[in-house]
Antibody, heavy 116, light 108 residues
Framework: QVRLQQWGAGRLKPSETLSLTCAVH????????WSWIRQPAGKGLEWIGEIDDSGSTNYSPSLKSRVTISLDTSNNQFSLKLTSVTAADTAVYFCARALYFVWGVWGQGTTVIVSS | SSELTQDPAVSVALGQTVRITCQGD??????ANWYQQKPGQAPVLVIYGKDKRPSGIPDRFSGSSSGNTASLTITGAQAEDDADYYCNSRDNSGNLRVFGGGTRLTVL
C-alpha cells in the first residue's frame, strides 16, 4: 500500500521561498504523475502542478512563474518550491499521486502560513 | 476562477438520494473524477473515469455524465457522507488539471 509522507517549513515571511518535500513509501515513481495541490482555509482545492516519472513538469498558469517541482528518485521523494510567497499563498498543501489524471493517493497535508 | 462549476451547498435527508453536479465545457471531452473531503483530512477519491468506484467506496456512490455536466449520486445518503465534494477534470486544452469549487453536502 503506497503512502505519501510530506513535510516542510510551516511558517514563512513574505518574499521567502516555500519548500515542501513528499516521500513515497511502498511504491515507485514509474508510470505515475506526482502532484502538488493546495487549499486555503475554508476554500476549495487548487492544482499547483505535477511532474511525471521522466521529470517532465506541468504547472498551473497562475503559479508557473514561481513554481518548481522536482524529483529525487534516489530518495523516493519529490519536492515543491514556490518563490516570493505572499499571504495569498497561505494554505494547506497536499502532495498526491495520479494515474491517468486521477489522484488516488494523497499525503496528509502541510499547513503553510505566510505572515510578517 | 474555476472552469468547472458546482453548486456551493446541497442538503439531503438521511436515507434519501442526492445528486451533486459539475458543469464545464471540458467535460464534453474529458471524464470527471469526484473527491470527498471531511474537515481536517485529505480528499478521498470516490468516483473516477466518470463512473468507476475505487475499492472500498460504498456502492451507494455512483457517477454519470451528459453533455457538459458530470454528476455524483449518493443513493441512500448516510450520516458519514456529510462532507465537501469536489469534481476534477482537465481543462479544454487537456494539459491542465482543474477542480470545481466544491459542494458542501449536509445530511439532515
Amino acid at each position: 500500500q503506497v503512502r505519501l509522507q510530506q513535510w516542510g517549513a510551516g511558517r514563512l515571511k513574505p518574499s521567502e521561498t516555500l519548500s515542501l518535500t513528499c516521500a513515497v513509501h511502498g511504491g515507485s515513481f514509474s508510470g505515475y504523475h506526482w502532484s502538488w495541490i493546495r487549499q486555503p482555509a475554508g476554500k476549495g482545492l487548487e492544482w499547483i502542478g505535477e511532474i511525471d516519472d521522466s521529470g517532465s513538469t506541468n504547472y498551473s498558469p497562475s503559479l508557473k512563474s514561481r513554481v518548481t517541482i522536482s524529483l529525487d528518485t534516489s530518495n523516493n521523494q519529490f519536492s515543491l518550491k514556490l518563490t516570493s510567497v505572499t499571504a495569498a499563498d497561505t494554505a494547506v498543501y497536499f502532495c498526491a499521486r495520479a494515474l491517468y489524471f486521477v489522484w488516488g493517493v494523497w499525503g496528509q497535508g502541510t499547513t503553510v502560513i505566510v505572515s510578517s | 476562477s474555476s472552469e468547472l462549476t458546482q453548486d456551493p451547498a446541497v442538503s439531503v435527508a438521511l436515507g434519501q438520494t442526492v445528486r451533486i453536479t459539475c458543469q464545464g465545457d471540458s467535460l464534453r471531452r474529458y471524464h470527471a473524477n469526484w473527491y470527498q473531503q471531511k474537515p481536517g483530512q485529505a480528499p478521498v477519491l470516490v468516483i473516477y473515469g466518470k463512473d468507476k468506484r475505487p475499492s472500498g467506496i460504498p456502492d451507494r456512490f455512483s457517477g454519470s455524465s451528459s453533455g457538459n455536466t458530470a454528476s455524483l449520486t449518493i443513493t441512500g445518503a448516510q450520516a458519514e457522507d456529510d462532507a465537501d465534494y469536489y469534481c476534477n477534470s482537465r481543462d479544454n486544452s487537456g494539459n491542465l488539471r482543474v477542480f470545481g469549487g466544491g459542494t458542501r453536502l449536509t445530511v439532515l
